[in-house]
Every structure is written in C-alpha cells, then in structure tokens.
C-alpha cells in the first residue's frame, strides 16, 4: 500500500490537530484500554487521539482502503503516518523516558512485527470484546480526543 504521506502543515491543521495523533479503532476493547493506558503514561500530555471513523481520521487518512479503519491503528507525527505495529510501537516512544526505548523494537523486520500485529487484530474482539462507549475520561483528557 502506497499512500502521500502529507506531514501536515501548520495551514492544513490548527495546533489542536498538530502532531502526534494517533487514529483508533474506538469499538474495540483492546484499542479502549490501550488508548486508557496511553493517555495514563503520557505525563508530558504529547498525544491526541482520534478516532479512525472520525472527521480528522477522513480528512487525514482518505487514501486507505475502506476497511482499514476496522483492524488497524494509524499515528501521525512529525515524519509522516505510520501503520500498525510502525504506529503502535512510535506512539508508545512519544511517552518518554524509558518508553524510548520502544523505537528498539523497531529494528525487527516489519514483516515479523506486522504479522504479529495483524493476528492480534483479527482476534482483538473476540478476545477483548467490543465496548459501546469510550472509558470515562476527565475533562482533561477529554480534551485531548480530537473528531
């Protein structure tokens, strides 16, 4: 799959929409908690999220296949957008601190990581469920999601 990655400049995108963004699939358990635990770990409150159904996700994002937003994740940063196990793995980096060291993992070969990523994602929701509604968030971090 080929698309533009479009950096996003600043007159595409207002500074709540800037870089890093990392677009989810907000009907799945595992992408829930996962979101939870991020936005949890993020001290320096780097991340905004947005959904991959969402209005940022259609604009951004218009030249992906119709059913990727039903089994992937997708960051875009300041280098680009960046797919499964690639956007997994960066958006975790964004952390800081220690959580740098997930870049690490990014020397396995794509092939390996995205394999693994892709068996996850076809079983996240029967081992994880669906949730109806995103988790509780507080004003604070409601602020952070992005349409």
């Known amino acids: 799959m080929n698309i533009t990655?479009?950096?996003?400049?600043?007159?595409?995108?207002?500074?709540?929409?800037?870089?890093?963004?990392?677009?989810?699939?907000?009907?799945?358990?595992?992408?829930?908690n996962s979101i939870?635990?991020?936005?949890?770990?993020?001290?320096?409150?780097?991340?905004?999220?947005?959904?991959?159904?969402?209005?940022?996700?259609?604009?951004?994002?218009?030249?992906?296949?119709?059913?990727?937003?039903?089994?992937?994740?997708?960051?875009?940063?300041?280098?680009?957008?960046?797919?499964e196990s690639d956007a997994a793995l960066r958006a975790v980096a964004c952390l800081g601190g220690f959580w740098r060291l997930a870049r690490l993992l990014l020397a396995v070969p794509r092939v390996i990581r995205n394999s693994l990523y892709r068996f996850v994602a076809r079983n996240r929701i029967r081992w994880f469920g669906r949730v109806d509604s995103c988790a509780l968030l507080s004003a604070e971090d409601r602020?952070?999601?992005l349409p």
């Open 5 to 32: 990655e479009d950096k996003g400049s600043a007159s595409d995108f207002s500074v709540e929409t800037a870089p890093p963004v990392l677009f989810f699939d907000g009907e799945c358990g595992l992408c829930n």
């Open 143 to 145: 602020a952070r999601l």
């Open 36 to 83: 939870r635990w991020l936005i949890d770990h993020d001290r320096r409150r780097v991340l905004r999220f947005a959904p991959l159904r969402g209005k940022l996700a259609e604009r951004k994002l218009s030249a992906l296949p119709t059913d990727y937003h039903d089994w992937s994740v997708v960051l875009w940063d300041e280098n680009g957008v960046h797919f």
